[in-house]
């Protein structure tokens, strides 16, 4: 490509003995956004830190070259690299918090990056800081200047090291993983940000992820990796429309969409008493200062015997808190737990307990590094009463059956696994004491798209043969569809719709639901995009103070912030209130804007 800025020939990285990258070829021209999609162990990041000469100690380069406007850059003196790194190639991290030095504030990155790179005088560096934060989408950049990185959203803080990226005018960025670590809705203006960025300022992205919607939404041209080789390459509708490798063709089915029919579950008998009512249930936290933080505010629902129901939000949306305070982990500050009929208070019989148990994101996490898996999965059993040692072996080997893991891995460490292995084991574990509610909280998040596909397969088959309850709690309502029965869509701590999962997705009431279902990322880089009216103004704040109006008014697309004639929004809360059978939303205009889909897709 004789037009492109830079070009990866033949490259090939090793680590030790292992080959990381074998051969890898691909070129992006100015003002191109280039996707590279590959799941964990692909190589993907490792192009872009050989590209970068910043490899970890024991990676090299063992074949091949990377060229920036024809220049090897293995051919490169030190000063000649350190002009590069952050000048002609920018780079993006997944997680801005751990690339922000959170004593210095936002003026003093973006001084300190001008600073390097000989950007002018001290009064010509703040002005050109401004600058960039205003062309990353920041507003009131002369007050975020002053701030700390910890003062700043996890949205304006990927922004800011966009515009740190940005300090040099390079002629390259790399964005590596840059909307893994954030809220669908914040992601979408994220990715609008680096679209143009290649647009207007003519820089070459190249856009490393394992999301395939964010490709689909993003890209012109995509590369897929897959074990350091590249399997396919084109154009981003030809690829993703027309896959010809069986990799892609399985990566792009294993996608949750919610586009497609909704998946048969076994039905919820609707007569039966519900195994798990929540009512009222509000959780308060104190800061330092003495200020109160609402973290759920008045949230009822409930869930039948044999039933899945999802709960789903973004960060700080109370989910997870909801889940702790059901598991017995938090003390509510109001309302009340029923499980069975009986009231669950912070003390619990070692019935309850048992009955009652937690899948978590991070199966590593969750398992002692240095324990055997058999002595882990032992734990819960000898905690609860089982002393025979070989019963407790053969229940082990039972239960490692029952997730479709051979009894003889029980000997080997946390370490010896892959995540969708772990995971298993999380789950194995939970189940060790015969469970009737399972609250899975984010239990595929942290996986590969094929791996969390398996996983949901399994959670789903493990309810129907086990006649298991669930609380299933997401981030991703394609997740959270395919696996639940209704859902119940939290909002910085409060509950804003809940109804049946076909139906809340084809026909949301609630203009939070539809704003989220429009920045599900989709595969298909054909489909209609969200539309601009949508995208959510701000983020989200925390709760305001009980009675002050809707906590989603300032955020709502057809609330007071663009329409004078609902000021009702900010000064009545609005009531969950059934507006169909079985459908709940608290919405004063519940309804009025929809986001239609097919009816067999609900």
């Known amino acids: 490509m004789s037009d492109a800025v830079l070009e990866v020939r033949d490259l090939r990285i090793g680590f030790g003995a292992r080959t990381a990258v074998d051969g890898v070829d691909f070129a992006v021209r100015p003002g191109e956004v280039l996707g590279i999609i590959g799941e964990s162990g692909s190589g993907k ?16 380069v063992t074949g091949g070259a990377v060229l920036l406007r024809g220049t090897d850059i293995a051919a490169l003196s030190e000063n000649e690299l350190r002009d590069l790194r952050g000048g002609e190639i920018g780079l993006v991290f997944q997680d801005p918090m751990s690339s922000l030095n959170p004593m210095l504030s936002i003026g003093r990155h973006l001084d300190e990056a001008l600073r390097a790179h000989d950007k002018g005088s001290a009064a010509e560096r ?8 205003e062309l990353v989408g920041i507003p009131d950049p002369e007050r975020r200047l002053r701030e700390r990185p910890h003062r700043l959203s996890g949205g304006q803080r990927q922004r800011v090291m966009i515009a740190l990226a940005l300090a040099a005018e390079p002629a390259v960025l790399f964005a590596d993983e840059p909307t893994t670590a954030l809220d669908a809705t914040t992601a979408v203006g994220v990715l609008a940000l680096l679209k143009r960025v290649a647009r207007e300022l003519d820089t070459a992205v190249v856009l490393i992820t394992h999301d395939i919607g964010v490709v689909a939404a993003t890209c012109e041209r995509v590369v897929v990796m897959r074990t350091g080789r590249v399997v396919e390459h084109g154009a981003v509708e030809d690829v993703l429309l027309r896959p ?15 586009d497609t029919p909704l998946p048969k579950l076994s039905g919820v ?8 009512e929540v009512s009222g249930l509000s959780k308060t936290y104190r800061g330092r200062h003495g200020q109160r933080f609402t973290v759920l505010d008045d949230v009822s629902l409930s869930v039948r015997p044999g039933e899945t129901l999802g709960i789903v939000g973004e960060s700080g949306s109370g989910k997870s808190t909801l889940a702790r305070a059901v598991a017995g982990a938090h003390a509510a500050t109001a309302g009340a737990l029923r499980f069975r009929g009986e009231e669950l208070t912070r003390k619990r019989s070692a019935q309850l307990r048992r009955a009652i148990q937690l899948v978590f994101q991070d199966p590593y996490a969750s398992l002692h590094p240095r324990m055997r898996i058999g002595t882990a999965l032992e734990e819960p059993l000898r905690a609860h009463g089982l002393r025979d040692r070989r019963a407790r072996a053969d229940r082990v080997a039972e239960l490692l059956r029952e997730v479709g893991l051979d009894p003889e891995v ?7 696994f892959s995540g969708g292995q772990r995971q298993r084991i999380g789950i194995a574990r939970a189940l060790a004491t015969e469970p009737d509610l399972l609250i899975c909280d984010e239990p595929v998040s942290s996986l590969d798209v094929s791996v969390q596909a398996r996983i949901l397969d399994l959670l789903v088959e493990l309810r129907e043969r086990l006649g298991l309850t669930m609380l299933f709690i997401s981030h991703d309502l394609a997740v959270v569809r395919q696996v639940s029965h209704r859902i119940a869509v939290l909002y910085s701590g409060s509950l804003m719709e809940l109804g049946p999962a076909g139906a809340l997705t084809a026909r949301p009431l609630h203009p939070y639901t539809v704003t989220l279902l429009s920045a599900a990322p989709s595969p298909d880089p054909s489909a209609d995009r969200r539309p601009e009216e949508l995208l959510l103004r701000g983020e989200a704040n925390g709760q305001p103070a009980r009675g002050t109006g809707c ?29 169909e059978p079985g459908r709940f ?3 004063h205009f519940a309804g009025s804007l929809t986001r239609p889909m097919t009816e067999e897709s609900a």
């Open 45 to 60: 990041s490792s192009v872009a830190l050989a590209a970068l000469r910043m490899l970890p100690a024991t990676g090299r």
């Open 585 to 587: 939303a608290a919405c």
């Open 410 to 416: 029980s000997r080997r460490r946390p370490a010896e």
């Open 244 to 258: 010809q490798h069986p990799y892609t063709q399985g990566l792009l089915a294993a996608v949750p969409r919610l």
């Open 551 to 579: 906590p989603f008014a300032n955020r709502c697309p057809i609330g007071p912030v663009v329409r004078d004639d609902r000021g009702i929004c900010r000064d009545r809360r609005p009531e969950l209130s059934e507006h």
């Open 269 to 276: 008998d609707r007569s039966t008493e519900p195994l798990l």
């Open 126 to 133: 703040r002005t050109r800081a401004t600058e960039l934060l």
